[in-house]
């Protein structure tokens, strides 16, 4: 294993962390509906269960509430039941053809708690990316050992993971940033 190819393997570990910490935040409710809130529910059609999205069509025609048209009129009840057991807080309103859901106002402390929420998240996301750093930097010493590359190799490739280490360290922060803020604004 040479030296690109480690720098390789911890810059595609720091990616999956970037991307597990974008799929972790659109979890997080902030009070405007955002189809991905619903992504985890799952609707019995025809005893299968199905993603939300399978077997209607959602939209989102203000920034406070959801409509679900379902492509069969048959299984209206099934997506409110859905709707219902699921842990999203917000109540089905049926009319016979469509679902509309209304988000609820998040509180002051709920935005806190977020936020919070948020930190917990990005923290995790950083401490991934710095486990890759170390597993790098341990093939590195490792190729050091078995005489595969010089000392001064060695200390540019570190030195290297360390830049990059750092700038995905940055682009964590900034996502985390950016959903804080639309957290905490009204």
Do not use: C, H
């Not at 050091?144 to 750092?166: L, P, R, W, Y």
């Amino acid at each position: 294993m040479a030296i690109a190819d480690v720098k390789k393997n911890a810059q595609a570990k720091m990616d999956k962390s970037l991307l597990a910490l974008g799929e972790e935040l659109k979890k997080i409710r902030t009070g405007r509906a955002q189809v991905s809130m619903l992504d985890n529910i799952r609707v019995n059609y025809y005893g299968t269960p199905s993603p939300l999205s399978q077997v209607a069509s959602i939209s989102t025609p203000d920034a406070k509430s959801f409509l679900i048209a379902p492509w069969e009129a048959s299984i209206l009840k099934e997506i409110e039941q859905a709707i219902v057991k699921s842990e999203l807080g917000m109540a089905p309103m049926n009319d016979g053809k469509v679902i509309r859901l209304k988000v609820p106002d998040v509180t002051e402390e709920r935005r806190k708690d977020l936020a919070k929420q948020v930190k917990k998240i990005a923290e995790e996301a950083r401490v991934a990316v710095r486990m890759a750093r170390r597993d790098a930097n341990d093939e590195v010493k490792k190729l050091q050992k078995d005489k595969a590359v010089s000392e001064d190799e060695g200390k540019k490739a570190e030195a290297d993971i360390q830049k990059v280490t750092d700038d995905y360290i940055k682009k964590v922060d900034q996502v985390a940033e950016e959903k804080e803020k639309s957290i905490l604004t009204i």
